[in-house]
């Protein structure tokens, strides 16, 4: 007759590392998702302002001041073209963000960069 005290700690033992990995892979997933939606919101919001006749400076300081999902000093904010905008051309705002997945693990996040983009046409 075998003996198998040890059967369920065992098992045990080898599904809590992966159920660990799994939830904080769900949590960090659900954390950058939540970054790439509000920084759709900010661009959008930003290429509107543009398009109203903001300059470049009040654009990008819209974007760094409204981004809360983060570290807004490390949004890279691009507007094309750049200066004086004519009525009736169009602007584009570009918007970048550095994100790491899986941060929990520290040296061993992979880093992952969120890309956000908004046209609009100058009134």
Do not use: C, W
Request: hydrophobic letters at 40%; charged letters at 20%; proline letters at 4%.
């Amino acid at each position: 007759m075998r003996r198998e005290n040890g059967q369920s700690t065992v098992e045990f033992a080898i599904l809590v590392p992966l159920i660990f990995f799994l939830l904080i892979g769900v949590v960090d997933f659900g954390r950058v998702i939540h970054s790439q939606l509000q920084l759709e919101l900010v661009t959008q919001d930003a290429a509107r302002m543009a398009g109203l006749g903001e300059s470049d400076e009040m654009v990008k300081s819209y974007a760094i001041d409204n981004f809360v999902s983060g570290d807004a000093s490390e949004l890279s904010v691009n507007v094309s073209p750049a200066g004086e905008k004519d009525p009736g051309t169009y602007v584009t705002v570009d918007i970048t963000y550095p994100e790491k997945i899986f941060n929990a693990f520290g040296d061993y996040a992979i880093p992952f960069t969120v890309k956000t983009s908004s046209t609009t046409r100058v009134e």
